[in-house]
């Protein structure tokens, strides 16, 4: 099926159209230098920006694919999680068309569609699978059973990984969003040069918690370490960003990594699919990848410029449920939060 997709729920308007997991458009257009003033995301400045950039977007993706409504079978929007003002903007232009155009709508789950980033580049790919999720806002490991049948098998207590990147960042100095700059510094850096601790969940009978993960202590301990360095070194001589940069990164990595693997092995499943932003991350390609295949397990990861918000993922999504008659009420509202496990309540019931 022939899926145009809608993308608001952050700061990346994102308009897409797919044929179920081939892309034939892709338009993103991200807010970040916006956004980057303000050191994060302001959610009425997001709004406005998005009712701006939505109809141009659209018409560009259905230029761009050389496709014109006659060929498009259904529309998808995201509708949740996210903010709730700039959701609103997708859905409602999500909703209208497919009114006025006369199309099947379907609300769709930011992070399924994060999920649904991997088939992008491995269309074979079948469930069961565990996925690794890491994004701004989500680190979880999840059971994907199906398609909208997920399990949450661990989570972060406290930041996210990319929210990690990105206070790390602003802490060296280094500019909003923090991933990639940090990717690319750590490059060309030492990952032992300083020893930091991987957050750990203590368990109530002893032990840590095999999947659950932590990155305020993280977070903290480069406080401190930068506060010292910025303390002790010499006025003329600069913090070793690379080096930081890269024993954070590792840290991060091997984190994701071994509880990755722990849950993998656990629930006998054979393959690892990474998503959202942090799956750009090199540090944590290389090392998940290393570590899967010596255990005889696949790391599977989105094709990088699909790792960050876009509407590909999401028309992709979309284009699954289509297929298996799911369809939404043009009663859906939107939802700042839910849970993975809801997902088919987008096709069954009427939020709000
Ligand atoms: P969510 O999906 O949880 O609602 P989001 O949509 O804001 O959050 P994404 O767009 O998936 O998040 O990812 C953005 C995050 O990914 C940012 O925190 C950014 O720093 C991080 N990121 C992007 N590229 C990289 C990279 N190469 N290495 C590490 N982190 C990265
Ligand atoms: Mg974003
Ligand atoms: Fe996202």
Redesign the pocket.
Known sequence: ATLLGIET????TAVAIVNNRQVLSSVVRSQIETHRHYGG?VPEVASRQHLEAVNPAITEALTQAQLSWADIDAIGATVA??LVGALLVGLMAGKTLALVQNKAFLGVH??EG?IYATYLDQPDLKPPFLCL??????TSLIHVKDCGVYGTVGQTRDD????A??KV?RLLDLGY????V??RLAAQGNAKAFPLPEGRISLPGGGYHPYDSSFSGLKTAMLRLTQRLRTDLPAHVELPLADLAASF?ATVAQSLTKRAIAAALDLGLGTIAV????A?????RQTLTAAARDRGLQAVFPPLHL???NAAMIACAAADHFQRGHRSSLDLGVRSRLALEQVMELYTATLN
């Open positions: 729920s952050c700061d990346e995301v999680p996210g930011h992070l994060h999720l890491v994004s701004g806002g989500h996210a990984a990319g929210e990147f990105d960042a969003p923090g991933g990639p940090i990717d990164q998503g959202g932003g942090v750009a991350n090199r540090g944590l790792c960050t918000d």
